[in-house]
DNA sequence: AATGAATGAGGGTTCATTCAT
DNA sequence: AATGAATGAACCCTCATTCAT
């Protein structure tokens, strides 16, 4: 009973995506997915190195594409004069032109590396995300408001972010409904800081 | 070598939430509990059933209590008044109010419950509560701005605001700071909404 | 099915050492050392905490007590007056002497441990040994003869003796059998090497 | 991609034979031997019936010599005069005649066969060329000394020279160095023998 | 001649649970 | 109340071998 070679890898690929998805690195296990995927555990061992490497074949992609996104994280700032604008429409416009470029990097991927890396060499990825995204939040805390007393928002601000992200993927799709759905997430986190800072 | 009945248990209870905290229902090890309680995996028996007994007998009131939270929750409704306020910090004294008495809810035991309960019995508890909220964040879309073109944002809001408050509560010891960090959440959102809503 | 706990831990023990000394630590089976002592893979861990443990706790003394031997090597040299001896009778009483209080090194785990602690932190032993008795051998060829043309001999020589206290152990049972051969051994170690360098 | 069927056989024929020399039959690695030979799994079994053929195709030439120079053992008793020879270089050259036509029997494959046939159909040849070299031994203890009270070293002298003919063939690639090696172990386990066995 | 897909058995290890003592 | 011996299933992984292509 023969396949085609790459039908097989592929039908293992896709039913670890799910595994992985579902219960991320260390609960999923390979009996189930080659068993999804219609082949053996035996046989698994000819497309990929261990488990690991499956893991890292699905990953790997979005974790160097978040390592770009961090890198060149200065560059979010640059448009922050955004804050200033009464009009809404316009930040969603402008959101549109930022994100469009980026959206390639918050897929099912994505997903698994933040939220199912724990065990694997990947697993400081969240981490990584999150410490910047703090910072960030941090310094906009220190520019409109210092004295803001609750600075440890800062932190479950960008724990929720990174997740609200991975939720809308989880849960759409489709490629164009995900885009507007973190425009929305964006500017919601945008109002909202801004709400709970301006007051004090 | 026989110690107090229940302080014992108190051992196995106290070891068994942190390691529940740590790696849920699943990966969480009996071995491990009770070698950091101080006892055997005999004796462990003689205690709880077995390691889902343990986990409900952590998570039993938790869920009780986020049930009743879930029964009542039109009374939230009651107090939308509130969104007509302009001063934010009227808000503050407001929520504050309205917080105190459900603080119990929000311990340990919640953030196992929701977070680390996959594989049991309370696995739907979960999806429960966020049922609830995302209804609710519907109901405030539907009468702020029923043209609002992104509903699917209801259940990302949902997701993330419970998310949100496992956060908060995960790394804040002090009840007091805990609160206050709630009231600020809870400020964040319904501005964030609010100001999503306004615009279109 | 309750045994007495001391009786399956020697069950295991023996059982090990048996295997462990016919295939080596590699290619030993645990589930065949277990079968043969009487209980089950899963039971096997609640005496050792794995295959390398177990092999350990067969082996240690072992090398603790080579290594004490290496230590103390200098003093082996000390005595080298004998080798002006001419009655060989004489020798063997001396020898006997010396021999006897590192007679306990001289057992089977000392056999496990020289030929099959491949794959265990313990691999290193056998060259450690190995390195010592070259030096050893290669002091006398350069004190009796150090023009002799063949010093890779020193290598041989060394192998050779380590492997044949290796197979008096193996092939004797008797404390009392095993001590006279050994000390055949060394005599006709000492005969042999003087005389093939005394030629030259 | 085809070669000439030669190169591919011969490359398997090369890389097995390291493979074997350094594991053994059992714990070599198929999938190691033909990585190293540039082939594949399934190609391997165009040339070689399976994995023990192969181990046979480097042996039998070895083990078909041994067992001759087995045959023909009583030969080198014919030469036992020279056990009278006071002069040892006379011994040297006696010897280097007597060793040169068997010369060919010490390569690698003899120390594979040695070695590493446990799990084949030659793992008895070790047993049988110690069985007659003990008995040699025996024959001299015999003749020169009846009531020497060890007669067990004619076992331990048997293993010790295979295995030091072994550690000859293992540690010298030259030709000539190896044939000389052998030279002065034969001469060496004469003398040790005859030293031993005199005093008595 | 050559590839690599597929199998099934075996390797060491961890686990929750049961039960005799 | 407490121990720890015992079980059986599941875990990831490697292996020699077969076979369709």
Redo the contacts between chains.
């Keep these: 009973m023969q396949m085609k070679k790459e039908a097989v890898q592929q039908a293992i690929f896709q039913s670890a995506k799910n595994e992985f998805q579902e219960k991320g690195f ?2 999923a296990s390979l009996r189930q997915i080659v068993k999804t995927a219609g082949t053996t555990l035996g046989n698994f061992y000819n497309y990929y190195e261990n488990k690991e490497a499956l893991f890292a074949s699905i990953v790997e992609g979005a974790y160097t594409g978040m390592v770009q996104l961090i890198k060149n994280h200065h560059q979010w700032e640059s448009n922050d004069e955004l804050w200033d604008l009464k009009d ?2 316009v930040w969603r416009r402008e959101l549109k032109t930022l994100i469009t470029p980026v959206m390639p990097a918050f897929t099912t991927p994505f997903v698994i590396l933040i939220e199912g890396s724990e065990g694997t060499r990947f697993a400081h990825a969240k981490e990584d995300l999150l410490a910047v995204m703090e910072e960030h939040f941090m310094a906009h805390i220190e520019e409109f408001n210092p004295r803001y ?2 600075p ?2 800062a ?3 960008a ?2 972010l990174i ?2 992200l991975v ?2 993927v989880k ?2 799709e489709d490629d164009e ?1 995900r885009q ?2 973190i425009i ?2 964006i ?3 945008a ?6 800072l ?2 004090f």
Tied chains: 1, 2, 3, 4.
């Design positions: 260390e609960k809404i429409e007393p609750n440890q928002m932190k479950v601000m724990e929720q997740f609200g939720m809308i849960n759409n409904v507007q759905l929305e997430e500017l919601f986190f109002i909202g800081i801004m709400g709970i301006k007051a």
